[in-house]
């Protein structure tokens, strides 16, 4: 090899070095300011306060904070739909719900859940369950399903929105109990409660935002939807063992957009798995009634795109999905 090759060799090289060094340095010195997550339900609710938690943690660990953005509306699709348009450089993530793998099997949606998104983890699900007044004439899931079927449609019963889990769960509990009950669709937990105590509708499924409501003993949980009953509310049954084969467990995690650096990837998946250790994390979850439900950010999109196949056959069945 010559002088001049080798020159010219080793130029090339320190050429590259520095076109790629500022991609280098831009995801070592990441994160150098906020970042923004969001919360697609209302502030105040169950939702909100875990995912202020999570995000707290998770930024003391990445040294920087997060802030919580509430964008409630749209059955909790109003976050994903703003990654879409986002920038892919980690300043801009969302909570994920199983609704972006089912909403896109009942109507035209602003996203592709396989294709728009980076999968950052998966870190909790929620525990549901179908709530009365505490003075309703209504004990138990065999006195709802006799009411239904002497007052067809009439039975009226909140959730958090149209596709989402507390909704889809009575649908299938009413398809199999041979009943038909009226949905009234809200943006997310506070209104939906404040319409059943004040008299406007009869029930409200939802997760545990009504928990502090059953143990005050202004609302009576009739059923919960998980595999097996809870250890807060042991002798409250589920619908699975009623007999009804509904079973809604739904965890969720954090997503961004399509093309994130995996490094910056990587650094928000090991801070949010590290906060799943936090005490002021866990209490919170306990507080709700969330599980840990980890999985990596690979894991996770396996999940997803496992559960989009799942989504599918349960809105056909369902007669729920999109004419056309």
């Not at 909570?95 to 099997?105: A, D, E």
């Not at 996203?111 to 983890?121: I, S, Y």
């Not at 990587?266 to 250790?277: C, G, P, V, Y």
């Not at 349960?314 to 004419?323: C, P, S, T």
């Amino acid at each position: 090899m010559t002088g001049i090759t080798r020159r010219r060799l080793v130029q090339g090289a320190l050429c590259a070095a520095a076109l790629g060094s500022p991609r280098i340095a831009l995801t070592q010195s990441w994160p150098v300011r906020p970042i923004r997550l969001i919360c697609p339900w209302p502030a105040g609710g169950a939702t909100d306060a875990v995912m202020r938690a999570i995000g707290e943690s998770a930024g003391r660990t990445l040294g920087t904070s997060f802030v919580i953005d509430n964008k409630p509306g749209a059955s909790g699709m109003l976050g994903p739909n703003e990654l879409v348009h986002a920038q892919p450089d980690g300043y801009t993530l969302s909570q994920l719900t199983i609704g972006i793998v089912r909403l896109p099997h009942m109507q035209k949606m602003q996203f592709d859940p396989l294709r728009d998104f980076t999968f950052v983890a998966c870190l909790t699900g929620y525990t549901f369950g179908l709530v009365v007044k505490a003075d309703s004439p209504i004990k138990s899931v065999a006195e709802l399903v006799g009411w239904a079927k002497a007052n067809p449609g009439k039975f009226t019963y909140g959730s958090p929105g149209i596709g989402t889990t507390p909704h889809l769960a009575v649908e299938e509990f009413a398809s199999r109990a041979g009943v038909q009950l009226q949905h009234v669709p809200f943006k997310g937990f506070a209104d939906g409660m404040q319409s059943m105590l004040g008299g406007h509708t009869m029930a409200h499924s939802d997760s545990t935002g009504w928990a502090p409501h059953v143990d005050a003993g202004s609302a009576r949980l009739l059923a919960t939807y998980g595999s097996k009953r809870t250890k807060r509310w042991p002798t409250v049954p589920t619908l699975q063992e009623l007999g009804y084969e509904t079973l809604a467990d739904s965890p969720f995690g954090i997503g961004g957009p399509r093309g994130m650096d995996p490094s910056i990837t990587k650094r928000l998946h090991d801070a949010f798995k590290a906060s799943l250790d936090d005490s002021g994390v866990l209490a919170n979850l306990e507080k709700y009634d969330q599980t840990v439900t980890y999985l990596d950010s690979d894991g996770y999109g396996r999940f997803l795109r496992e559960q989009y196949i799942r989504e599918k056959a349960v809105i056909e069945r369902l007669g729920l999905a999109a004419k056309g």
